[in-house]
């Protein structure tokens, strides 16, 4: 059975920083494009960023762009989102999730964790 389980989530105040990760099994990690989307409320899921099974390929959302970074280590099964400059908007449940070609923009992602709730205050 394959499991996607999100960590790091929490309550940070605007401009500060957190770091989010996810622990993949029942899967060939490395076989895997991983990769974070958000949600709030009324709202769809949007992508965040993705990184390819190499490691070598990141794309991230211009929303985030500049100021998140994606990281992978095939060796632990983890993939991480570093989070600097927290700005308000970017409150959301996180999510991670795993495909065998792709993860960005893709909503059909072959996995999904249950996701982690970062709240960003004024």
């Known amino acids: 059975q394959v499991q996607l389980v999100e960590s790091g989530g929490g309550l940070v105040q605007a401009g500060g920083s957190l770091r989010l990760s996810c622990a993949a099994s029942?899967?060939?990690?490395?076989?895997?494009?991983m990769g974070w989307f958000r949600q709030t409320p009324g709202k769809e899921r949007e992508f965040v960023a993705g990184?390819?099974?190499?490691?070598?390929?990141?794309f991230y959302a211009d929303s985030v762009k500049g100021r998140f970074t994606i990281s992978r280590d095939n060796a632990k099964n983890t993939v991480s989102l570093q989070m600097n400059s927290l700005k308000p908007e970017d409150t959301a449940v996180y999510y991670c999730?795993?495909?065998?070609?792709?993860?960005?923009?893709?909503?059909?992602?072959?996995?999904w964790g249950q996701g982690t709730q970062v709240t960003v205050s004024s």
């Open positions: 999730a795993a495909d065998a070609d792709y993860v960005d923009y893709n909503l059909n992602c072959d996995y």
């Open positions: 990184i390819s099974w190499s490691g070598g390929i990141t």
């Open positions: 029942g899967l060939t990690f490395s076989k895997y494009a």
